[in-house]
């Protein structure tokens, strides 16, 4: 089926261990976004990727890094997990025609722990 | 910068009722509107968008939002609720034109009962 893939879907870190989640789109989106969606937080932006080639720093970057490896993957890296980054991430993918203009595509998420 | 309220964070309701989940936002130029809904242990889907044109828009699942640029709202309706409908409902805004990345509320929990 169409649309925007995450792995894994559940993940645990210990304190300092680094790990990198994956997502792919089949969209043809050119723009994708990582959140975080924390309890009564809503979704905030951690980065975005408005084309193949560029990335730009959202609302809470500090602790990330992301690549944009081709127009179909856009990868969030933890370097050294903290306990404040225990989360769910979605990757998102932004329509640009029909009925999704301007609309996003979000993947299933990635639970993610951190002890 | 814009900003999204949603002004209830939890809405419990009975089966077959109506229900609406309200949302104000507020921004200096003119904007784009969004609603998605989350089911448990699910990604965002979206439910409905305002871009232009008639200031009620049906989307899907019986659900539909009238834009109100005077009181900058943008509340979500459904005249007549079912258990399925319980979920996580998120307005979002964003400007017209730039990189249409979008603010989103902090979420409504509508939490149908029989």
């Known amino acids: 089926n169409a649309g925007v893939t995450q792995t894994p879907k559940f993940q645990v870190l210990k304190t300092g261990q680094s790990m990198t989640l994956q997502c792919a789109q089949d969209?043809?989106?050119?723009?994708m976004y990582w959140y975080r969606q924390d309890p009564g937080m809503g979704l905030r932006l951690i980065y975005y990727?408005?084309?193949?080639?560029?990335?730009d720093k959202g609302e809470v970057p500090n602790g990330y890094n992301v690549s944009r490896l081709n127009k179909r993957e856009f990868s969030l890296r933890l370097e050294s997990a903290a306990p404040s980054q225990t989360s769910v991430y979605f990757c998102?993918?932004?329509?640009?025609?029909?009925?999704?203009?301007?609309?996003?595509?979000f993947g299933s998420g990635t639970r993610l722990t951190v002890v | 910068a814009q900003s999204v309220t949603q002004l209830d964070s939890q809405v419990p309701v009975f089966e077959e009722a109506p229900v609406e989940l309200r949302c104000n936002y507020s921004?200096?130029?003119?904007?784009?509107l969004f609603w998605y809904v989350q089911y448990p242990n699910q990604g965002l889907q979206l439910l409905l968008k305002?871009?232009?044109?008639?200031?009620l828009v049906k989307g899907i699942n019986g659900f539909e939002a009238e834009f109100n640029k005077s009181q900058t709202s943008f509340h979500l309706r459904k005249p007549s609720v079912h258990i399925s409908d319980t979920a996580e409902y998120f307005c979002?805004?964003?400007?017209?034109?730039?990189?249409?990345?979008?603010?989103f509320g902090r979420g409504t929990s509508l939490i149908v009962h029989p």
């Open positions: 998102a993918g932004r329509g640009t025609g029909g009925a999704l203009s301007y609309g996003y595509t």
């Open positions: 921004s200096s130029v003119s904007v784009y």
């Open positions: 979002a805004v964003t400007l017209r034109g730039g990189s249409y990345i979008p603010t």
């Open positions: 990727s408005a084309s193949e080639g560029t990335t």
């Open positions: 305002y871009l232009s044109g008639s200031t």
């Open positions: 969209m043809n989106h050119n723009s």
